[in-house]
């Protein structure tokens, strides 16, 4: 017992060190409740009249009553379930101890703690001996439930936690069932033959088993509180709306967002059916872990849009037991949208009207006798203008495209195509196909305007008196490989830093859409862009898309 002493005393000192960390308080009064109940229990033990041992026996109640409060507190702040360690929940705790510290201490008046006492001579030592009344019971079956829930939320621990948590529960759980043990055995009578209680002797397994526990496997540096309290962290701060139901379509569980976007309390939502706080559910997809589909909610004043997707809860046996319903709000982002559709579709419109005109004015000057150089560049802008608008709702469709909705086409028809548009246009310009793959290798339609785009360049931007481009695609290991090369003055290296950063600046930005085109189609098709000098100039753009994600 001294021994269980000096060890309680150090693992208290060592928790009482940790604080603030979970569980840190909880564990320094446990064990310094253990001190308590082993200091006391020695002076009972080396008393020789029955007034002494009863006084000492007394004190000893202090100890064993904050044992189990102490134990539940500690459990519960430890394993990140500290939403329960309330002022109020523990003051209803120590309830029944502090009735049982004054039932102890006037227990000549009533009897409920002991009926009658006694000593007896065991060898050279005088114990105590002492028949127990109602309440004594009342209170050890009040401390055996604690003990059971703090065990049970250490036994979770094993099953559903990383190695270093189950390590230190199962050095926890022996530091806690050991005193347990060795009370039931004293109280239940279980070895007649053990004169003395055997509970504060199997203290020193406690302070050995917690002192393990705080210095080899790192007790409160690597505590499991956190991992649980952020994920109910998560689920109520986060700004996106969720709804939990069961498997008849009743909510179970609702984060603050989520209860803001019905209009009513979370609580209150509670058991009810979501078909009557959410009316949209029946418009959704019949099928859950689809993608998001886009709702509206609100009034005529305070419209809002929202992302909803569903997910299945499934249980280990992968039974669907309900859904989690997840509500993103995108209302700024679809009246973005909303204005960059309008604007983009009337500077396109007007631009092109406007354009044509001047192209009409052009052809007048011409005709009137105006210098034909002039007029002929004033032409060639009107129809660069003109294909900027169009590259510019290539664009616009290749973002509002997803990689699940491409259609597939044919790469080596593509080629064919786009190689013979160019020639039309470009008659200056050579074009040499190298390779092509097999007609059935097929991609995203977006390779379309890649390809396009990436010829056009080669040859707009092309100033060697033999204008040439060069194109070969392969398919190797899945991967489909179309490289691009000509002999102009190459791309500029600000460029493809525009193009790298993402973004364009006052300072940095390049000199049209192509690129970005070819750079957000690429994207799309889940590929790589990359760029070399060619030999002995010019530029090499080449293009890896995997083909396994193109079906």
């Not at 997910?311 to 009246?335: A, K, M, P, W, Y």
């Not at 495209?401 to 310009?429: C, G, M, N, Y």
């Not at 930005?509 to 002995?536: M, Q, T």
Request: net charge negative.
């Amino acid at each position: 017992m001294l021994t269980a002493t000096v060890i309680g005393g150090v693992v208290a000192i060592l928790a009482w060190r940790q604080r603030p960390e979970p569980g840190a308080t909880a564990l320094a009064i446990l064990m310094a409740a253990a001190v308590w109940w082993s200091l006391f229990y020695m002076l009972e033990l080396n008393a020789t009249t029955l007034a002494a041992k009863l006084l000492w026996a007394r004190f000893q109640w202090f100890g064993s009553v904050t044992l189990a409060v102490a134990w539940v507190v500690f459990a519960l702040e430890y394993t990140g379930n500290d939403d329960y360690v309330r002022p109020k929940n523990i003051a209803l705790l120590t309830v029944i101890p502090l009735i049982t510290l004054v039932l102890v201490w006037t227990n000549s008046w009533h009897h409920l703690i002991r009926h009658s006492v006694g000593i007896e001579q065991v060898g050279e030592m005088f114990i105590l001996t002492q028949r127990f009344g109602p309440w004594f019971w009342v209170i050890i079956g009040y401390t055996y439930i604690l003990a059971l829930v703090g065990d049970l939320l250490f036994i979770n621990l094993l099953s559903n936690s990383p190695i270093i948590h189950r390590k230190q529960a199962v050095a926890i759980l022996l530091a806690a069932l050991a005193p347990w043990i060795g009370n039931l055995i004293y109280v239940g009578d279980l070895l007649p033959w053990v004169a003395i209680d055997p509970t504060p002797v199997a203290f020193t397994v406690s302070g050995v088993a917690s002192f393990g526990a705080i210095s080899q496997y790192k007790l409160f540096k690597a505590s499991p509180a956190p991992g649980q309290l952020a994920r109910t962290f998560v689920l109520d701060e986060m700004a996106d709306g969720v709804i939990v139901i069961d498997s008849i379509g009743t909510i179970v569980d609702i984060n603050w967002s989520g209860a803001a976007i019905v209009g009513e309390p979370a609580l209150s939502l509670l058991g009810s059916p979501i078909q009557s706080v959410f009316s949209e559910y029946q418009t959704l997809s019949n099928t859950a872990d689809d993608e998001a589909e886009l709702i509206t909610l609100g009034s005529k004043n305070d419209v809002r849009h929202y992302e909803v997707s569903r997910s299945n809860l499934r249980d280990h046996h992968e039974r669907t037991i309900g859904q989690v319903l997840v509500f993103r709000d995108v209302t700024e982002r679809f009246r973005y949208q909303q204005r960059l559709d309008v604007l983009n579709r009337v500077l396109r419109h007007n631009l092109r009207n406007e354009m044509n005109v001047v192209y009409g004015f052009a052809d007048r000057l011409e005709e009137a006798g105006a210098d034909a150089e002039l007029t002929g560049r004033l032409k060639q802008k009107s129809l660069h203008l003109v294909d900027m608008g169009n590259k510019a709702r290539a664009v616009q469709e290749i973002i509002d495209t997803t990689h699940d909705d491409l259609t597939q086409i044919s790469v080596a028809e593509v080629i064919e195509d786009k190689v013979a548009l160019v020639e039309r246009r470009f008659p200056a310009l050579d074009v040499t196909v190298e390779s092509v793959p097999a007609d059935t290798v097929t991609c995203g339609w977006v390779i379309e305007p890649t390809i396009e785009n990436l010829l056009e360049n080669a040859a707009e931007h092309n100033t060697d008196e033999q204008p040439t481009a060069t194109i070969a695609a392969s398919v190797e290991d899945d991967w489909l490989t179309i490289s691009i090369a000509d002999n102009g003055p190459g791309i500029p290296e600000n460029e493809i830093e525009v193009l790298n950063a993402g973004q364009e600046t006052s300072l940095m930005h390049s000199r049209g859409l192509g690129l970005w085109l070819v750079n957000w189609a690429v994207k799309v098709l889940a590929g790589d862009l990359s760029f070399s000098e060619n030999d002995p100039h010019g530029t090499v753009v080449t293009i890896q898309i995997p083909l396994s994600q193109q079906n």
